[in-house]
């Protein structure tokens, strides 16, 4: 390999190293900003919570612990996947034992 060739070589991989880095780390920022959390304005309109157990029966009587995301018609998780895709939450990652004010029973019309 020529003096030339060797340092256009070196200065390809460098290049590509970096774009490398910078697509992994914008993907990691988008995957942040895929999960829903309970801070999220219209998730806490929802009374949204990602457990459960912590939902406020006094507020949401008709929620039972049984209502979980991975029990819900919006929910497209794959089996053994702590989180999945909320269908009302435009695709946001929720997981399998939270639960909104919208849920709706899997197999219900
Ligand atoms: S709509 Fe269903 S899957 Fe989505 S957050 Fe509410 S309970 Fe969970």
Do not use: I
């Amino acid at each position: 390999m020529s003096k030339y060739n060797r340092r256009t070589f070196m200065l390809r991989l460098v290049a590509g190293g970096s774009a490398l880095a910078l697509s992994r780390l914008s993907l990691a920022e988008e995957a942040k900003k895929a999960v829903l959390t309970e801070d999220d304005a219209y998730a806490k309109s929802m009374g949204f919570r990602l457990d459960t157990t912590q939902v406020d029966q006094a507020k949401y009587p008709k929620h039972t612990a049984e209502q979980k995301c991975s029990e819900c018609q919006l929910f497209s998780g794959g089996p053994g996947e702590p989180l999945g895709p909320c269908s009302f939450f435009g695709k946001r990652l929720v997981p399998v034992d939270g639960w909104c004010r919208n849920f709706k029973p899997k197999g219900a019309a």
